[in-house]
């Protein structure tokens, strides 16, 4: 019994050798109009003349002339209207040589190679009979049915339809996609593109760069790895890797990812990035941090706002495309810029109107001038804060140049700036304020305290200059020597110097990055996109919230308008002061 099988397998063996000694030895077959004797490059040949054709299995070559040598006679050197068919694949070149024992043709002059997928021209092409691969070393142009491609080197299998290309490699096709890279192979089944060098593909959708991936021709679907970028009329995004797909208008970046919008001048970084642009909704997460440039008009540099929180969240005006849009953090807002500082629970920035909302017990720092209250909108010009107003417990405190605290709290309160430095502060119902007179720089003349429902302070490099009560004070002046600790502080007191952030705060690494929840919520824009900071529309735009409409200051006329001196002696109850700090 094992003998048999020896023997069969024997048997197997060596009818696999004679088959393929068969198809790669067959003798070519020859036949022309003349035949000569002859020798060309000192071998023995037949001169074949006229009507040439060459068969070897189901490969046939035709030309004009032809040199058989006469020791390889698999071996031939043709001239002249050279035509080679093969199943699928027919080429045609001036001159060429055919080597019937090694399987392999060489193409000279005008090369055109041609199967069902496509037609390549090159001035020199050698073609594996047995692998069915074509090889050029010369500039190739490709012309497929909506395509065409150049290189300098390629390869065409034609089994498996695949070109692979090297060197200054040109796709273009008729959706106006042009594909530029050093190496690349193309299924002309599939129309999948794949590159392995740094590659640019720009086509409606806008231009994609990458050094690693592929991409559907047909479909438009892409997958990058490696420094990719894609840059569409309204943003910039950045990742080491990213994906699109252009059914959906849905893209996605992971890895040291940065979004630009390129009309608003905005950049924000983080891990992950999603993005829809039929919807103009771009959500990044993963320690994200959003950097916006200032020019600083006094020191003629610019000045970058740092925004980070868990999630940011950009939304394009879907209403008016010519404005633009809003960014919404949540939660754990952390805000930094060289004269301003800030943290809340989230925010709304308004990008068209240059208004940040800032919603659940917000703190803020301006030099050295410190804000709070239960909500506060900010107004930047310039992107550089100009007015802020406070909501509900609005409280001020500002530090003078011997670190004592000047406070001023009200139910709301308006403060208006000037290059980052409070200049005046409005309060409207419930005032109070408590500063300190000084002279010159150095010396407590006393402190002021006053109750009054509204009121007006203005400030000079951060110090009280004026105060003016719109209604019936009740101040008081204590003297230097009378002052006690609980009289320093207004109620609701707290100096969070601690909590003030600073820049590295604001762009640490929030712990471990977050993942992407699963595949339908991230093809779903619409689930759980909508932070709470995120205030109703009207019109399909989205509105400040409801608490944030501003406070209603009475108008300040002679008739409620009340001044006294900071450094006179005390007045009753209701009397007229002129509290100016000298």
Request: net charge positive.
């Amino acid at each position: 019994m094992k003998f048999t099988k020896i023997v069969l397998v024997a048997l197997i063996s060596v009818w696999s050798m004679v088959s393929a000694w068969a198809q790669q030895g067959q003798r070519v077959e020859v036949s022309s109009s003349t035949l000569q004797a002859g020798t060309y490059k000192g071998e023995e040949v037949r001169r074949l003349i006229g009507n040439v054709v060459m068969r070897q299995g189901a490969t046939t070559v035709t030309s004009d002339s032809a040199y058989q040598y006469v020791k390889d006679r698999n071996r031939l050197e043709v001239f002249g209207n050279v035509h080679i068919t093969q199943e699928t694949m027919d080429a045609t070149s001036a001159t060429g040589t055919y080597d019937g024992t090694r399987r392999m043709a060489n193409l000279r002059g005008n090369v055109v190679l041609r199967d069902q997928e496509m037609t390549l021209n090159t001035p020199t092409l050698e073609y594996d009979l047995d692998a069915k691969r074509a090889y050029y070393t010369q500039t190739g142009h490709i012309v497929g049915p909506d395509y065409t491609i150049k290189s300098h080197l390629g390869t065409y299998t034609t089994t498996d339809k695949v070109l692979t290309f090297k060197k200054d490699v040109v796709y273009t096709n008729t959706q106006n996609t042009k594909v530029v890279s050093d190496i690349m192979a193309y299924n002309t089944i599939s129309k999948v593109v794949e590159f392995f060098g740094p590659t640019t593909i720009t086509s409606p959708d806008g231009t994609l760069f990458a050094n690693r991936g592929t991409y559907n021709t047909v479909t438009r679907e892409a997958n990058f790895r490696g420094n990719a970028s894609i840059k569409t009329p309204d943003y910039l995004i950045k990742g080491n890797s990213l994906t699109y797909d252009k059914l959906k208008e849905y893209y996605t970046a992971a890895g040291n990812v940065s979004l630009t919008h390129i009309k608003e001048n905005t950049v924000i970084t983080g891990q992950t990035a999603l993005h829809w642009r039929g919807l103009g909704r771009s959500k990044v997460f993963g320690s994200p941090v959003m950097r916006t440039v200032a020019a600083n008009s006094k020191n003629n540099v610019n000045d970058t706002m740092f925004l980070s929180a868990d999630t940011l969240l950009a939304v394009e005006n879907r209403v008016d495309k010519t404005k633009k849009g809003f960014v919404y953090a949540y939660p754990d807002v952390r805000i930094y810029k060289s004269d301003l500082q800030g943290i809340c629970d989230s925010l709304t920035y308004n990008l068209q109107d240059s208004m940040i909302y800032m919603n659940r017990s917000p703190k803020l720092w301006a030099n050295k001038s410190q804000m709070t209250a239960d909500s506060v909108i900010m107004q930047l010009r310039d992107k550089t804060l100009d007015q802020m107003r406070m909501f509900g417990n609005s409280f001020a405190i500002s530090q003078d140049t011997l670190e004592n605290f000047n406070q001023v709290k009200g139910r709301n309160m308006t403060a208006r700036f000037a290059e980052g430095k409070i200049r005046r502060i409005d309060v409207n119902g419930n005032g109070e304020s408590l500063y300190f007179a000084l002279q010159g720089d150095s010396t407590v003349m006393g402190m002021n305290k006053a109750f009054c429902s509204d009121m007006r302070m203005q400030f000079n490099d951060g110090q009280v200059q004026f105060i003016t009560f719109l209604t019936e004070p009740d101040a008081k002046l204590i003297p230097p020597h009378e002052l006690e600790e609980p009289e320093k502080r207004l109620k609701g007191f707290v100096w969070r110097a601690d909590e003030k952030p600073t820049r590295a705060f604001v762009l640490e690494k929030r712990g471990v990055a977050r993942k992407k929840s699963d595949p339908a919520a991230a093809s779903s824009p619409a689930r759980g996109a909508k932070p709470a900071a995120v205030p109703p529309k009207k019109n399909g735009v989205a509105a400040p919230p409801a608490s944030a409409s501003p406070a209603k200051v009475a108008p300040v006329t002679p008739a409620n308008r009340k001044t006294v001196p900071a450094t006179t002696t005390p007045q009753r109850k209701g009397a007229a002061e002129k509290l100016r700090v000298e």
